[in-house]
């Protein structure tokens, strides 16, 4: 019976896959133009200041802002998510965060508005990660509950696989952009851009989430009871171990990712002096690994688990957090590439097998909230000041501190995985 569930996959599974690979795209897109944008113009453009480093610091902080607005997202998306069902959740996920980020691309800048400027743009950086945060764990949910017997870690890679798609699209269009405008062009008007073209693509992820139905998990939940009345109170009644160890779990995750990105970023070119198309080559060339890591992580998290991927994972970004200093400090594009391309494989691994981890901790009934909390909370421990932390460690004592920083991320990581059991539910 497994065996031709696997074998066959009917036309409304390609379609579930599809919804949580695209979602997701979708989702990481409006994330990562505000990443980039963050690192390269937004530090002049809204938060003058005498110093440039001082700049990129108050410009990174706006993205921590998203960080703490995604568990309040977790809890309201995942409240309804456990309450109504998967499908009108992703639904009202993706038109909020898409919303967010188009209206970035008409916010005036500090010379138009004053203080105005910044704090719109907070506030709309804070719909962003209210949308991300109910985003992440529906699409999981609907990839691992439409999942046949033993292929719950290859179907909850794909809305992993959304990570680098978005990452290309996002990277690739500032890119192109930055090689048909002049600087000053970029920075009066080219960066909105990307922001403006969310829209078509939080149009086809729309198009693909509104023919989806539920999936079967969660009509098998309801119909042998009703839902909880308040979902994240059960989840810390009843299954608070798990939450608060899966929390952590998903540290390195994100520590290691916004090293790679947002902070190299911003590395490469305010310190080491590349030009901004010079990096972001250099990521683009780089992304590919972490989309190969994810794909191998999801088939070696079936033929094994989860869980000792992950654990794997850690001690491969505690070697990254060594090779930091050298490689990424040698002022040399190649070897900047290389650290790129280990640090996004080593990203596959501790991100790829998240899709079917996270979702097996918890019961049905609390699933879209116990999942989306413990991504969402460990993205604030992991990633939300990262980049803020890391440019403060490196202005005052090179990158050493900062690949230490990321060893003791991942260590973290590896302890609350240990501590966690192999076991997960239906």
């Known amino acids: 019976m497994a065996n031709s569930s696997a074998a066959v996959t009917p036309p409304s599974t390609r379609r579930v896959l599809t919804a949580s690979l695209v979602g997701t795209a979708v989702e990481f897109y409006d994330f990562y133009i505000y990443a980039t944008a963050a690192s390269l113009v937004f530090g ?29 997202g977790a809890v309201v998306f995942g409240h309804y998510g456990d309450r109504i069902g998967r499908k009108s959740t992703l639904v009202a996920s993706l038109m909020l965060m898409g919303g967010s980020t188009v209206a970035i691309a008409f916010l005036p800048t500090y010379a138009m508005a004053g203080w105005i400027a910044p704090v719109m743009l907070c506030v709309l950086r804070f719909g962003q990660g209210f949308g991300l945060g109910g985003e992440w764990g529906g699409a999981a949910l609907l990839a691992v509950e439409n ?5 719950r870690a290859r179907y909850g890679m794909f809305p992993q696989l959304g990570a680098p798609v978005g990452f290309i699209a996002a990277n690739g269009l500032f890119l192109i952009l930055g090689m048909m405008l002049t600087p000053e062009q970029f920075q009066a008007w080219g960066w909105r851009i990307p922001f403006l073209g969310s829209i078509l693509l ?6 693909v989430r509104l023919r989806l139905t539920e999936t079967p998990s969660f009509a098998k939940a309801l119909a042998e009871e009703k839902p909880p009345a308040v979902p994240l109170a059960e989840l810390f009644q009843r299954h608070l171990m798990p939450t608060i160890a899966g929390t952590f779990a998903v540290v390195a995750c994100f520590a290691v990712f ?3 990105t947002a902070f190299a970023l911003g590395y490469g070119v305010q310190t080491l002096g590349h030009s901004r198309e010079t990096f972001l080559g250099v990521q683009l060339g780089a992304i590919g690994f972490m989309a ?8 070696w998290a ?25 490689m990424l400090g040698a002022d040399s594009l190649f070897l900047s590439w290389a650290f790129l391309s280990l640090a996004l494989l080593t990203m596959g691994f501790v991100y790829g097998p998240l899709g079917a981890f996270l979702p097996g901790l918890f019961p049905a009934r609390v699933r879209y909230t116990g999942a989306s909390m413990a991504f969402n909370v460990g993205g604030i421990i992991g990633g939300g000041l990262t980049p803020v932390v890391a440019q403060a460690l ?12 990321l060893g003791v991320a991942a260590l973290i ?3 609350a995985l240990s501590m966690l059991k192999n076991e997960h539910h239906d």
């Open 44 to 72: 002049p453009l809204f938060f003058p200041s005498a110093s440039p480093s001082m700049q990129l610091l108050s410009s990174y902080a706006t993205m921590a802002v998203a960080f703490f607005a995604r568990p309040l």
């Open 147 to 151: 999942a046949p017997p033993g292929w």
């Open 202 to 207: 939080v149009g086809v992820g729309l198009w």
């Open 258 to 260: 916004y090293l790679a």
């Open 292 to 299: 190969l890591g994810i794909v191998i992580a999801g088939y």
């Open 302 to 326: 079936d033929a094994t688990n989860p869980r000792r991927v992950l654990m794997a994972g850690c001690l491969m970004a505690i070697v990254v957090g060594v090779l930091l200093p050298p």
């Open 394 to 405: 490196s202005s005052q004592g090179g990158l050493v501190p900062v690949g230490i920083y």
């Open 413 to 415: 990581s590896l302890v």
